[in-house]
Every structure is written in C-alpha cells, then in structure tokens.
C-alpha cells in the first residue's frame, strides 16, 4: 500500500532539547511538506521540498529545520529556537510542486515541557 | 494577503443536510479543495472544484463555487455520524506560488 508514514505518533522533550520528526512517503512523490496545526487554526506551512537537495521555507520557518537527501524521506527537526514548539505536526507530499492534491500523513504530536 | 475563512463550528442532525461554506480573497485562485480530517489523524482530500466550474457532484458531496462573490460550500447530503470531521476549504492560487492557502476548518458535529 503506497501513503506517507510519520513517526512516532506521539513525541515528549524537555525545553532546550532539539527533536526531529520522521516522514517518509512510498508514493513516489516529488513534493513534500512540513504543516503544524494549532487548534482553531487553518495549516500553517513550515518547510516544503520540490526535489531531493532541494528545500524552501514556508511561513513559519524559525526554528525549524528540513533535510531532504532521499525522495521518499524529509525529516523535520524542532530546535530550541523555536519558542512554542508543542503542536500536531503534519507531513505531506504531491506529485510536483504546485499540485493542490497533498496526501498526508496520521501527525505527529509533539509536547515539550 | 491572501485569505481563506470558515466558521469554526456547524452542528447538524442524523440524516439532514450539512452545508460548509468558506470565503477566500484570491481572485487568481486556480483550484478550491475540500479535506477532512477525522480527530487525531491527517487530512484527506474530499473532493476539489476547478475555479472555471460552478458545481460538482461525487456521491454524497456537492461543492458549489460563486467566483463573482468567492464564496464556496460543501454540501453533505444524509450527514452520517461517520461525518463528524473537521472540514478544511483550501485555495491553490498563482500568486503563493502554488501553495495551498487554508481555512481554520469547520468541525461538523452530528447531533442524533
């Protein structure tokens, strides 16, 4: 079965540690995405990558960092920085940049106390 | 900049018809999306409308689209409690780049 998997659903760190969220897609996609959701807001767009070395920053960048040296992995690390990092952290992936079809993946909750 | 909004909330009765409507600034918006998103899991794509149609049908589901007042809706014929759901109205448009714009979602609550 072909879909994007995320891991670990749930994810707790103590303040001042960096964490990296797994994301990995068997779609054969060129796109992927990196969104957090806060409640009673819409998706906010982190990073997104159209092909592989290559990466762009969304809306919400700071304190966030992507990789992308595989097609079917872009993983996200949540820095110290970054000064609100608990949220529901969702990956996605589409078949190019520009295609409003994104597949996604079950989330991440990510807690940092 | 652009903009996409939904209420946040809509309550509804077994069996009747849910109505979701979004609004969006856009006016070079190309495609409008529907995603749902059952609780603690990812989102879906429901269904999409080219922003040259005016309405579309797939089972259950009818999106209307008036580009004149950029106002958009989905229709939920028989709401099922299987349909309890945040629902996401979502732009793809030239002028971000291609990147989806999204509404804050409307949680659809079914009563029995």
């Known amino acids: 079965d072909g879909g994007i998997t995320q891991s670990p659903k749930y994810l707790f760190r103590k303040e001042g540690q960096n964490v990296t969220l797994s994301c990995e897609q068997n779609?054969?996609?060129?796109?992927m995405y990196w969104y957090r959701q806060d409640p009673g807001q819409g998706l906010r767009l982190i990073y997104y990558?159209?092909?592989?070395?290559?990466?762009q920053k969304g809306d919400i960048a700071e304190g966030y960092s992507v990789s992308r040296e595989k097609k079917e992995s872009f993983p996200l690390t949540v820095t110290s920085a970054q000064k609100n990092p608990t949220a529901f952290y969702l990956c996605?992936?589409?078949?190019?940049?520009?295609?409003?079809?994104?597949?996604f993946g079950p989330g991440t909750r990510l807690t940092v106390t | 900049g652009e903009d996409v909004e939904q209420s946040l909330f809509l309550s509804v009765r077994e069996g009747d018809s849910s109505v979701i409507n979004c609004t969006y600034t856009?006016?070079?918006?190309?495609?409008l999306y529907w995603y749902k998103q059952e609780p603690g899991a990812g989102l879906q794509l429901l269904t999409y409308?080219?922003?040259n149609m005016d309405m579309k049908q797939d089972q259950r589901l009818t999106v209307l689209l008036n580009k004149k007042d950029k106002h958009l809706s989905l229709r939920i014929a028989d709401t099922q409690t299987g349909d309890s759901a945040i629902y996401f109205c979502?732009?793809?448009?030239?002028?971000?780049?291609?990147?989806?714009?999204w509404g804050a979602g409307t949680k659809l609550i079914i009563k029995p």
């Open positions: 409308i080219f922003s």
């Open positions: 990558s159209q092909i592989v070395n290559d990466f």
């Open positions: 996605a992936s589409s078949k190019g940049q520009g295609y409003g079809e994104q597949y």
């Open positions: 979502a732009e793809r448009s030239m002028d971000s780049n291609y990147q989806l714009i």
């Open positions: 779609l054969n996609h060129d796109a």
């Open positions: 856009d006016s070079s918006s190309t495609y």
